[in-house]
Each structure stands twice: as C-alpha cells, then as structure tokens.
C-alpha cells in the first residue's frame, strides 16, 4: 500500500537555494549584461569616469531587462587590470563577482 505524498507551504521555508543554483539561474541576466557593457566600452579607456558611467549604464540595463530583479550592483576598483570593468552584485544577501569588460 503507498501513501500519497502531500506538501505544505512551511515545507519549502526550510529548502536550502544554493549560491550556485541562483547563480546559475541568473547566468543569462549576467551574460547579456556583460555583452552591453563590453560593447558599450570596448574602446575606453579605464578610468574613474568611465567606470562610473559603465556603472550606471550596468545598473540601467538591469532595472530594464530584468524589473523583477532586487540587486545592488558597485564596481570593484580593487580587482581592475588594464581594460577590465569589474562590478559586485548582491542579490539579497547572494554576492556574485562578475568582470564585464
């Protein structure tokens, strides 16, 4: 004899999302993002100005493609090497490291 199997909602407040579930289901948001931005500033040279524009412009992209996405997104000035535009996004509480250019 089975018994059928039933789920209560306060089953899934326990589930455990793993950084690389999330991350892997944000690798499509990452990649489009890092498409722009490498073509918006394929040519730049990286400074102050530039990467805070590339900031704001990375911000910009996010909110418009991906409205449903709650992130923070800062640019890693620690982790530049020459031609390279680094952000740290955080969503909710996941950080991830992604170079973009």
């Known amino acids: 004899m089975t018994h059928p199997m039933t789920f209560r909602a306060n089953d899934f407040l326990e589930m455990t999302i793993s950084r690389d579930l999330v991350g892997s289901a944000l690798e499509p948001a990452f990649e489009s993002l890092h498409l722009f931005i490498a073509s918006r500033y394929a040519n730049a040279v990286v400074s102050g ?14 909110r418009a493609n991906y409205p449903n996405l709650r992130f923070k997104l800062q640019p890693d000035m620690t982790q530049l090497r020459a ?19």
């Open 49 to 62: 100005p530039v990467l805070l524009a590339a900031t704001q412009d990375a911000r910009e992209f996010l």
């Open 83 to 101: 031609g390279e535009i680094r952000f740290v996004i955080e969503i909710q509480g996941v950080q991830f490291d992604k170079g973009a250019c």
